[in-house]
C-alpha cells in the first residue's frame, strides 16, 4: 500500500486540557503528540513486503547470511544446539515492541498476520505469561508455527506501522470474525473499563468514586483483569462508548467496537501519548481525551464531570 494522506478530524477535548501535558513516556516526543492533539491532515507510512531467505528465527528475532535482527538481552545459543523445524515459507509478524506490549501485539501482529493469510505459516509468538493470546489467536482462526527455533527457506516481513487504508480493511476484517464468533446484538451501552494491575501500574486513585457514579448512570463496568475474553467481547462489540486510562486494554477495545461509537481517553499529564488515536481513526471511532493530573509513582485523580462533557464532545465528532 503507497503511502496516503488524508484530512482527519483532531480529537475531542476541553479547554486547556493540552495545557495539563508535562511529559511523555521515554523514548518519546511530547512535541510529537501534542502535534496529533491538534492535526488535520495525516500522512500513513507505506506497508511494505520485504522476502528473506536463508532465516533461522526464535524469539530473539532472526538471522539470515546477509542480515540479522536481534531482540532483547542476551543470546540463549543453547536454543540453536536443540531440535530446529524445518519450513518453506514463514511470515514474521514480530518485532521488539509486540514482543513485550500485549496490546501492540494484539493490533499490530494480529493485523500483520492477516496480510497473506495463505502464505506459509506464522510467528508471532504471545508473549510469555499473556492470559489472553491463546484465546484471541483461536477466535481470530490464527495458527502459529510450531517449535522454538525454525528455518525457514523463504521468510517474509512487513512494515506496516501506518494506519492506511490497506491496514483498515485488515482491522475490519479481524472485527467481523469477533462479530462472528462472539455476537454483538446486545443494546449499546457505555463501557468503563478498569485496569486495575495488569502492565505498568497507572492508578486512578478515586477509581471506586467514579465507578460508582458510572454504574449510577447506568454503565457497565469492564475488569480487563478477571473478564476472558468471549466476556470482553460481549460487552466491547456492542460499545457505544468506551472510557479508559491510556493502556493497552484499550487495544481489547478498539478491534471491537462499532464504527461509530465512541472512545475517550483518561491521559496522564506526565505519561501523554496519544497512540489511541490514530487507532481509532482507522477505526472508525470518534475519540476524544482527558489529560488527568498527578504523577506516576502517587497515582492520578480523574474527574467525572470532565470525562462526561469529553464523551458529548467526541460523540458529536463527524
Request: charged share 20%.
Amino acid at each position: 500500500q503507497p503511502a496516503e494522506t488524508v484530512a482527519v478530524t483532531p480529537p475531542a477535548c476541553l479547554p486547556g486540557m493540552v495545557q495539563r501535558a508535562t511529559a511523555t513516556v521515554e523514548g518519546n516526543e511530547l512535541s510529537y503528540y501534542l502535534e496529533v492533539a491538534a492535526e488535520t491532515s495525516v500522512t500513513h507510512a507505506p506497508a511494505l513486503r520485504m522476502i528473506y531467505r536463508n532465516a533461522i528465527v526464535r524469539r530473539k528475532g532472526f538471522a539470515t547470511p546477509r542480515s540479522n535482527e536481534k531482540l532483547g538481552p542476551g543470546h540463549d545459543l543453547a536454543e540453536l544446539l536443540g531440535p530446529i523445524t524445518q519450513v518453506q515459507t514463514l511470515r514474521y509478524c514480530y518485532d521488539d515492541v509486540t514482543r513485550l506490549y500485549f496490546g501492540h501485539w494484539l493490533t499490530d501482529a494480529v493485523s500483520s498476520a492477516l496480510i497473506d493469510p495463505n502464505r506459509g505459516v506464522l510467528w508471532m509468538p504471545p508473549i510469555l505469561g499473556s492470559t489472553h493470546s491463546q484465546d484471541y489467536l483461536d477466535a481470530l482462526d490464527l495458527q502459529l508455527a510450531e517449535g522454538p527455533v525454525l528455518h525457514a527457506q523463504e521468510m517474509i516481513a512487513y512494515q506496516d506501522y501506518g494506519q492506511g487504508s490497506h491496514k483498515q480493511k485488515r482491522y475490519d476484517t479481524i472485527n467481523r470474525r469477533r462479530l462472528a464468533r462472539f455476537g454483538g446484538n446486545d443494546p449499546p451501552t457505555s463501557v468503563f473499563i478498569k485496569r486495575g494491575s495488569t502492565g505498568v501500574a497507572r492508578a486512578i486513585t478515586n477509581e471506586d468514586a467514579l465507578i460508582d457514579a458510572l454504574v449510577a448512570r447506568g454503565w457497565t463496568i469492564l475488569d480487563i483483569a478477571t473478564a476472558s475474553v468471549a466476556e470482553m467481547q460481549r460487552v466491547l462489540l456492542s460499545a457505544s462508548v468506551v472510557v479508559s486510562i491510556e493502556g493497552s486494554q484499550l487495544d481489547h477495545a478498539i478491534l471491537a467496537m462499532p464504527r461509530g461509537a465512541a472512545m475517550v481517553i483518561l491521559v496522564p499529564q506526565d505519561r501523554f501519548l496519544l497512540r489511541f488515536v490514530g487507532l481509532c481513526r482507522a477505526r472508525g471511532i470518534r475519540t476524544g481525551f482527558v489529560v488527568i493530573e498527578g504523577r506516576l509513582s502517587d497515582g492520578y485523580r480523574a474527574d467525572l464531570g470532565e470525562i462526561l462533557r469529553t464523551v458529548d464532545l467526541a460523540q458529536a465528532r463527524p
